[in-house]
């Protein structure tokens, strides 16, 4: 250990701050920090330094994550309680939907549609958005750091999202890593991912192409069959011989299993070949080759979705659950905050309960959030409501035919787990679902970002 990190993390300790990069040496992609000679004056100047905002008028609720969930809340919670002072603190300038980009890909809507601005958000819904990143806490003196310096809070909402966990599929040296996030994106986290996916959707001259669907709970539970048939769709409209294998980690198809499984051998029988219980044990990005404990696939191009756990920010902040695998938050599960912390709040895909990681999920949870932190702050407490989870997936383009499901959770008090309730799936593939899931979308869109 060099002088340099000795000394800071005595500092970092001495104010009993947890940080990312600076505690644990990794960066937020989860890659092992390069130590230089000029780190730590930065890093002293973002401790110190005070963030360029505006005195707080109320309460202030600093949110991190200008996601489904962050968005929701940050609204939402002004809405309940308009003595708060409301910041949100998100690290991308722009938003971009990642609901409805596989039909993006298949060019069945237009980027604008799925793109949208936090400024006009932050103006439209009276709080403050501030484009800077989170990289430590110290919850005794109750501040957040960024790179753009501190902010104190009174209450504290961490909506920051899902990172890929890579050595679940035996991928650990951080080049291999590197290799796979470059050419073989999985396309669930963000605009150059998916920018990357559709490029290479539209170039294919053919052959094989291979698609994996994760094991646990990954993010949005159709979003990878749905994929499929878009890509299948693409290849068949463009005319090129193509085989789309898609192995999936799960014994079987997680959700609208008939739908799906209909949808490809009505459309797509010559293109998608389908395999389930795939334990994926390696993966060579150089030679093109994935291996499973019985096989061993070659492939002419890939989109490679691996397990996930919640965002590493979690863990940096030392707020996970130790017996989570997937590493997401310690939090209470009906009420939200940290277990021995009423001031801090964990939302989204970041959260330990077995909900759907999906967009109307986030939204319809951050409502609840909101009105519980707006409660907490006037000495009430309401209720606890489950989340909705709903969700389209297109099978078919040119027009866009679609199946839907829609569902909420309760609380099995026998075996003390959440079970899914009230499930109503439509396995029928429509129009008139192809329009309700765009309808859906300009919903929720308006609902974040207009008033
Ligand atoms: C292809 C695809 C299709 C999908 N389809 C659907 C669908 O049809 N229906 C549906 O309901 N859901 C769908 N989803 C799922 C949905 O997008 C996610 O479940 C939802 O975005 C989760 O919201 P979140 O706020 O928890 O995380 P996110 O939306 O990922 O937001 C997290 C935010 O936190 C920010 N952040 C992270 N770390 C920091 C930091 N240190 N400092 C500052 N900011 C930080 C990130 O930049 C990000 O903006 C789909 C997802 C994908 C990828």
Known sequence: M?????????????????????????????VQAQETQNEMPMLASQISRRAPLPPAKGPRVVVVGGGWSGLTMAKYLKRNYRAFDVVLVEK?????SCPLSNLWLADQVNLEFLSHSYCEAAGNNDYLFFNATVIGTDRESRKIFTDEGFVEYHYLVLAPGIDY?????????PAQVQMLQNFYPAGFKGIS?????KHKLNTFEGGDFLMTVPSGNYRC?????ERACMAAAIFKKRGIKARIHLLDMNPGIRIKSDGFTRAWDTFYSDIIHYESSVEVSSID??????????????????IIYPPIRASRLIESLDLHDPISPQKEAHIHPFKYHIIDDEHVYVTGDSRSQPFSKSGNTANSEAKYVAELIAAHAQGRDINWRSPQTMCFSGVTIDPVESMSIISSYRFDEEEQRFQFTRVHPIEEWSTTSGQAGFAWAEGMFKDMFYT
């Open 2 to 30: 060099n002088d340099n990190k000795m000394k800071r993390r005595d500092f970092l300790k001495a104010g009993g701050i947890s940080a990312i990069a600076v505690s644990t040496g990794i960066n937020s992609d989860g």
């Open 92 to 96: 991308k300038a722009g938003f971009v």
């Open 165 to 173: 966990d890579y050595a679940r599929i035996g991928v650990e040296d």
């Open 193 to 197: 991912e998916i920018l990357a996916i």
């Open 221 to 225: 539970m159709a979003a990878p069959y």
């Open 285 to 302: 990005p150089a030679a093109r080759r994935l291996e499973t404990v019985f096989d061993q696939y070659e492939f002419d191009d890939a």
